[in-house]
């Protein structure tokens, strides 16, 4: 502590006196550059005087009056200015003592030159012919001496500048000796000590499986470990500075960290640090998607001077992994329900069939005939929907299937949906095309595809609806192409529509609809599945390798 203060005393001292030496030399170089702006302003002037006393003779021998009478007030105007500054005594001499008598002979030189103007004077002529060249001499013997006085002014203060600067170096030269050497070797061995557990420090946050961020009493960011910049995808460069909540936690989650839902404060801060909660939000990241974490707080240090830690996970596969298990759990209690309601519907829909037949046969008028083969017909289309979802959700191993049992089991599905939003459909099959795998997990795919453009129908107003899908195949694969008209992907979110979590349906969704189709196209079948924007829609395109 010694130390330090002896070393703040001897640091002030030297840089008051580097301070007034500053101020001596800006104060002596703007002396001189003002003397040097009036001093030249002075020689102009008096050389000005001698072209003036010239010209004046030259334009009364020519009787130019008007000239004569501009001459004759700019020289007298020169002389009052030359006279009003300070002289040294040798002009002083010049201008008022013998043998020169300057100012006396100047104005003797401007009453004559006045009265020819006036008067055509012969004898103001013939003063002002005779003293002409004898006033040249004085005037020009004046402008040299304002020349030497100008110079010999300089000399002193490019001396005093030079003094100046002699002593500058020379304080600057103690300084260094005897103040920022020592100073600057137990910086050097403090700055060595901070390095090591800097190092140590940055280790333990670099190598965390953790995202580990500092923030300041700001909650501006000051550390952001590579983690971090896997998890929310900005580098350490774009976050440094920057207000971490503003950035990475979406406007809507903000009230579980503040009552505000506008912004987080320090006071929010330590009120969640004193409860010592984790919470599970979701954070957002460059490209603007949703990431589930998990995230807890401590803080070090008091006021201006607090440091607060941030510790992050991300939970996007423990998250994804339960949500898939959910709708694994969702598809398998809908197999099990549709099964009980297979079994206690089909006995009572034969029923109701038989008795439409019976009653049929003994009708005679023909329009309650036609009502009733109708009614026949709505059983038979209830019992063979009640048939598709059975086989949708009825688990079956890998076969040698063709794909279009597929497409058209997706279809009969999505069947009322299709008419009740007048959507036209077209089908362009190959028969020769056949695939390895399981066709409900093919027709999951497709039922996903399709809904995802039914949705979009729903909720935009798009003339003539209409879905196209085609199945042709080469030697090795087989390809199923899905185009609608519904207005298409947009491009900023194109390439992430096959990831997790990822949905721009206006309705709630969970978001991995086309991310598990994904996983089923590569995994089950070893196939492809991309997507891309046509000129008023999108287009799936599926490749799957034949058998």
């Known amino acids: 502590m010694t130390q330090t203060i002896s070393f703040t005393r001897r640091y002030i001292v030297a840089l008051l006196i580097i301070a007034c030496l500053s101020v001596l030399a800006f104060y002596n170089m703007s002396h001189l550059i003002s003397n040097q702006s009036n001093d030249g302003k002075i020689i102009n002037l008096s050389s000005k005087q001698g072209m003036l006393s010239q010209q004046i003779a030259l334009f009364a021998i020519y009787y130019k009056t008007e000239n004569l009478r501009t001459n004759i007030a700019a020289m007298e105007e020169a002389h009052q200015l030359l006279i009003s500054f300070p002289m040294t005594d040798e002009l002083k001499k010049i201008y008022f003592d013998e043998p020169y008598k300057l100012d006396k002979n100047v104005q003797a030189y401007l009453f004559h030159a006045k009265r020819f103007e006036e008067n055509r004077d012969g004898r103001s002529l013939t003063y002002i012919l005779q003293n002409a060249q ?23 203060l490019k001396n005093v ?31 060595q000590e901070i390095f090591r557990q800097q190092d140590y420090a940055n280790s333990v946050i670099e190598s965390n499986s953790n995202a580990i961020i500092t923030l300041n009493y700001q909650l501006r960011v000051k550390t952001f470990n590579q983690m971090a910049e896997k998890i929310f995808g900005y580098t350490k460069e774009e976050m440094l500075d920057q207000l971490f909540f503003d950035k990475a936690i979406p406007m809507r989650y903000m009230h579980m960290l503040t009552k505000d839902t506008r912004k987080v404060t320090l006071r929010d801060i330590l009120a969640i640090e004193n409860k010592e909660e984790v919470k599970t939000i979701e954070g957002v990241n460059k490209n603007g998607d949703l990431i589930p974490i998990r995230l807890s707080i401590a803080t070090s240090g008091q006021h201006s001077a607090v440091l607060i830690i941030i510790s992050i996970q991300d939970i996007s596969k423990e998250t994804l992994k339960d949500k898939i298990m959910m709708q694994q759990s969702k598809f398998a209690a809908l197999g099990e329900m549709i099964a009980i309601i297979a079994h ?86 190959s028969n020769e095309s056949s695939v390895y795998g399981n066709s409900n997990s093919l027709a999951q795919v497709i039922l996903s595809i399709l809904q995802n453009s039914i949705d979009i129908f729903k909720n935009l107003p798009i003339e003539n609806p209409h879905i196209d899908i085609t199945l042709t195949c080469d030697e090795k694969d087989v390809f199923i192409s899905i185009t609608d008209n519904a207005g298409g992907i947009q491009e900023a979110h194109i390439g992430d529509i096959f990831k997790p979590f990822h949905s721009n349906k206006i309705k709630p969704s969970t978001g991995i609809g086309l991310y598990m189709s994904k996983l089923i196209i590569e995994n089950q079948f070893h196939g492809l599945i991309d997507a891309y924007n046509h000129e008023n829609g999108a287009t799936f395109s599926i490749q799957l390798p034949k058998k």
């Open 134 to 156: 004898k006033l040249l001499e004085a005037l020009d013997l004046a402008t040299a001496v304002y020349v030497k006085t100008t110079e010999e002014t300089t000399i002193k």
């Open 344 to 429: 206690q519907w089909r006995q009572p829909l034969a029923q109701l069939s038989f008795n439409c037949m019976y009653i049929r046969n003994k009708l005679k008028d023909p329009d309650l005939i036609e009502e009733t083969a109708k009614n026949e017909e709505i059983i038979q289309f209830m019992s063979e929907t009640i048939t598709n979802f059975e086989n949708f959700y009825k688990h079956t191993d890998s076969t040698v299937f063709s794909p279009n049992v597929s497409i058209v089991q997706a279809l009969n599905l999505l069947d009322s949906s299709i008419r009740q939003n007048v959507i036209h459909v077209t089908k362009n099959f």
């Open 161 to 191: 500048e030079f003094y100046i600067f002699i002593f500058t170096l020379m304080t600057l030269l103690f300084e260094a000796l005897f103040i920022f050497r020592p100073a600057n070797k137990k910086i050097i061995e403090f700055t």
